[in-house]
């Protein structure tokens, strides 16, 4: 049977003031990393994302989750309200089978904690699955942001053709 030799008390207590150094370390990086997980991202990069749901709702044809994206009470050009920009992207993928939106450069202009204004070009292209697309079109884009309900709704945009 092995005997456990004493050990001196100074001994004994830097090692158990190890101990607690170390758990108190691990646990400020647990802490640190909680909270950095719970943090929202930060404004323009929550609007980036938004922008990038709306480019897949388009690849996807999925009139109802580019709806979701823009605000209740969205206006587009011509006073083109949230249901009328869903039937206007339903009509466009009902007479195309493909339908893509491909972003130019997009500059975030951020106005506070709950407002933002992007610009950028889109490239508009439908078709019916050929090589090349049927039709397409480049705009300018200018739209306005607005945080709800901790989500980033489009509540405004206004578009013109690139080319006429």
């Excluded at 930060?42 to 044809?61: D, G, H, N, T, W």
């Excluded at 939106?101 to 889109?122: C, D």
Aim: hydrophobic content about 45%; proline content about 6%; glycine content about 12%.
């Amino acid at each position: 049977m092995a005997r456990q030799l004493p050990t001196h008390p100074t001994v004994a207590a830097t090692q158990h003031g190890r101990g607690l150094r170390s758990l108190g370390i691990g646990l400020a990086w647990l802490l640190a990393a909680l909270l950095l997980g719970c943090t929202r991202p930060p404004p323009e990069a929550a609007v980036r994302a938004q922008l990038q749901v709306l480019e897949q709702a388009i690849a996807a044809r999925d009139a109802g989750a580019l709806r979701e994206v823009l605000a209740p009470d969205f206006v587009g050009n011509d006073g083109l309200d949230r249901d009328g920009a869903r039937r206007l992207a339903a009509g466009l993928f009902l007479r195309h089978r493909a339908v893509r939106a491909r972003l130019g450069p997009v500059e975030v202009q951020v106005h506070g904690p709950a407002a933002a204004t992007t610009r950028f070009t889109v490239v508009l292209t439908g078709g019916n699955g050929g090589l090349l697309p049927d039709t397409g079109q480049a705009y300018r884009v200018e739209a306005g942001w607005r945080q709800q309900g901790g989500e980033w709704r489009l509540h405004s945009a206004v578009w013109e053709p690139v080319l006429r």
